[in-house]
Every structure is written in C-alpha cells, then in structure tokens.
C-alpha cells in the first residue's frame, strides 16, 4: 500500500498507458536528446581515436617471400 498525504486520490483499474503520449512527452524528447547530444562522440568513438591508415607498398614482394626475409614498405 502507498503512503499518500492526499486522502482524496482514488484507486481506478488501468488496462494500458497511453503509450503515443508518454513516447510523445516535450519533457521525455528534451531528456532524451539532451542525453544524445552529451554521448554522441563517447557511443560513436568520435574524438577518442585517431586511426591510422597504412597501406602495405610492396604486397607481392612479402607474400612471395618467406616469412620475415622481405621488410613491409608502409605508406600513411
């Protein structure tokens, strides 16, 4: 049982919330994408890592050769 200060609050039986309303709310839009806005780089990686891309130069000469006899020429 709830403990309320307001004695005049009756009980009803509810099937279902009005979900198109609750989804709706401005206060539940503003929260949601005020939490967007505060994340979107730490969720999607951005600004944390900076990828560099090599490019392996001479591909034929070190799958041709055994293993660690040719040197990988990488390009940035």
Do not use: C
Request: neutral net charge; charged residues 35%; hydrophobic residues 35%.
């Amino acid at each position: 049982m709830v403990d309320t200060k307001d004695e005049d609050i009756d009980d009803e039986m509810v099937w279902d919330i009005n979900r198109e309303k609750a989804m709706m709310a401005p206060q539940r839009i503003k929260l949601v994408t005020k939490y967007i806005l505060e994340h979107f780089d730490q969720k999607t990686y951005r600004g944390y890592k900076t990828y560099a891309y090599n490019t392996l130069m001479n591909v034929a000469k070190v799958v041709s050769s055994d293993r660690g006899a040719v040197e990988e020429i990488k390009k940035k």
